[in-house]
C-alpha cells in the first residue's frame, strides 16, 4: 500500500496487478488534495491510509485501474466505499459525472503512459 509521491506508469501498474489481482489495481483518490494511494487488497485499506494521512472522508473515491486496457476502460468507477446515500450516490460507482471528472484529472497528473 502507497500514497503515490511521484507519477506511476501503466508499465508500474501493470507489474502491481501481475503481483495482486491479474488485472486490476484498486486505488483510492482524494479529488480535494489530489493524491492517490494503490496497491491494496481492500478499498477501505486505502482509505484508512489516507485518512491518516489527513484526507477527509467526503473527498475519497474508489477506483479500480486496468492496466493492459486503454481509452474509458482503463479506470473502471466501483469500490465499496463509494456508496454514500447521504451524499445522494447509492451504488458502488461515482454517479456524479463533476466528481467523476476530478477523478480523471487527478489521474492525468499521476498515471503517465
Known amino acids: 500500500m502507497l500514497i503515490l509521491n511521484k507519477p506511476v506508469t501503466v508499465a508500474e501498474l501493470k507489474a502491481l496487478a501481475e503481483n495482486s489481482f491479474g488485472e486490476l489495481v484498486k486505488a483510492v483518490v482524494d479529488v480535494d488534495r489530489e493524491l492517490i494511494a494503490l496497491d491494496a487488497e481492500l478499498s477501505s485499506d486505502l482509505q484508512a491510509l ?3 494521512d489527513g484526507s477527509a472522508q467526503a473527498s475519497l473515491w474508489g477506483i479500480n485501474f486496468y492496466p493492459d486496457l486503454t481509452g474509458e476502460d ?13 451524499r445522494g450516490n447509492l451504488s458502488r460507482g461515482v454517479e456524479d459525472e463533476h466528481i467523476r471528472r476530478k477523478i480523471l484529472a487527478v489521474i492525468s497528473r499521476w498515471v503517465k503512459p
Open 50 to 52: 489516507l485518512l491518516d
Open 74 to 86: 482503463f479506470v473502471e468507477f466501483d469500490s465499496m466505499i463509494n456508496v454514500r446515500p447521504s
